[in-house]
Every structure is written in C-alpha cells, then in structure tokens.
T-cell receptor, first 113, second 117 residues
Framework: GAGVSQSPSNKVTEKGKDVELRCDPISGHTALYWYRQSLGQGLEFLIYFQGNSAPDKSGLPSDRFSAERTGGSVSTLTIQRTQQEDSAVYLC???????????FGPGTRLLVL | AQSVAQPEDQVNVAEGNPLTVKCTYSVSGNPYLFWYVQYPNRGLQFLLKYITGDNLVKGSYGFEAEFNKSQTSFHLKKPSALVSDSALYFCAVRDVNYGGSQGNLIFGKGTKLSVKP
C-alpha cells in the first residue's frame, strides 16, 4: 500500500518568507508526527497529532512554527518568517491506533538562504 | 527524562563478519524500543521493535536486537554483514508511562555503519 508522502521534496526560500510543508499519512493511521533532522543534531521531535488535535506541541522551537491536521489525515507544517537556522530535513511519520512503530515519509529538505 | 545514547558515531565491519550497533536508553517507566535505518537521501525505514515478550527481537533484512533491562541496552546485531547494509542507524525509545502507545519517539544521534567488501 501507499506509504507516507511529503511535499515538496525540496524547498529553497529566502530568509523572512513563510513556507508550508505537507504530509499525507498512511490511510487509517490516527497518529501523525513531525520531526526535524539537522546536520549534527540528529532527529528532533516537533509536534504530534492524535486525530486532528495536538496533545503534544512541546517540540516546536518557536512561535514561528505551527501545524494543523484536518480530517484526521493531511497535515501542514507552517514556518513563518523563516531563518537560516530553520534549514533542515523535515520528516513526517504516522502510526496506527494502538501505536507501535512509526512509518516515515521521505522528508522535505528545506534550505533558507 | 527520556534519552537514548548511541556511543559510536561510526562502525566499520568487513563483509561477512558479524556486526553490532550499540544503544542504551534511559526512561522512568517501561520502554518501547525501536531501530530505524536511513539510506542516503532516503527517509527512515523501520527495522524492528521491542514492546514486550522475548528479549531477542528479529526484524527486517536479517537484523535482530536484544533487550537487556539490567543494562538498559538494545543493541542491534546481524550475524553476517552485507555491503548493502551500509547506512545510518537510529535507535529510538518511547517511555510507555509518559507517551503511552502513541507518544513521540526520542532518537539517538545515529551510528554510521560502513561495510567494506
């Protein structure tokens, strides 16, 4: 079956611009996660959705970052007024009801110039 | 606080030899433990997990991992390495008492495995 998909695969933007990153989870998966992977920083948790609500936003690095999920499916991560330190690979994952493994998408590589 | 340590930045192994990639964890409650692999310019792929039951867990591509509660370790192993196993390996943990069955994962920094012919 189809896995987690993310778009765009690559995004180059100028400092100060807003960007939107999209994640389509595996159909039927109730939980959705956003992580950020930076060179030398490993994988950093950003936010977690259960259905359309976000019980854990603790990883969002600043108020420039926000995310929403609609219809228990697609999620959008928005970064406002991008900064160079936002450059990273943004990974989305989903997992079914009952938890267990998370299944990751290919990521969006963001470069802020 | 939850944490994961992968003490080796890189592991070098000759093809055909056994490999071990080390992982230790710290959680306040019972752990869910995972291994993921990342090939160049690819997303993370799930390899195996420990939730409960047998301490030796078998996963994809011939990999296995052993949960050791007393040593708080979950080392990844393979009896005979292949060149195609060369990739970045991540250990991850979820504290069942903190995140339940669907909380976020805490990842180690990753270990680069290099298998030479």
């Amino acid at each position: 079956g189809a896995g987690v998909s993310q778009s765009p695969s690559n995004k180059v933007t100028e400092k100060g611009k807003d960007v939107e990153l999209r994640c389509d989870p595996i159909s039927g998966h109730t939980a959705l996660y956003w992580y950020r992977q930076s060179l030398g920083q490993g994988l950093e948790f950003l936010i977690y959705f259960q259905g359309n609500s976000a019980p854990d936003k603790s990883g969002l690095p600043s108020d420039r970052f926000s995310a929403e999920r609609t219809g228990g499916s697609v999620s959008t991560l928005t970064i406002q007024r991008t900064q160079q330190e936002d450059s990273a690979v943004y990974l989305c994952a989903s997992s079914p009801l009952g938890g267990g493994a998370q299944y990751f998408g290919p990521g969006t590589r963001l470069l802020v110039l | 606080a939850q944490s994961v340590a992968q003490p080796e930045d890189q592991v070098n192994v000759a093809e055909g030899n056994p490999l071990t990639v080390k992982c230790t964890y710290s959680v306040s409650g019972n752990p869910y433990l995972f291994w993921y692999v990342q090939y160049p310019n690819r997303g993370l792929q799930f390899l195996l997990k420990y939730i409960t039951g047998d301490n030796l867990v078998k996963g994809s591509y011939g990999f296995e991992a052993e949960f050791n509660k007393s040593q708080t370790s979950f080392h990844l192993k393979k009896p005979s390495a292949l060149v195609s196993d060369s990739a970045l390996y991540f250990c991850a943990v979820r504290d069942v008492n903190y995140g339940g069955s669907q909380g976020n994962l805490i990842f180690g920094k990753g270990t680069k495995l290099s298998v030479k012919p």
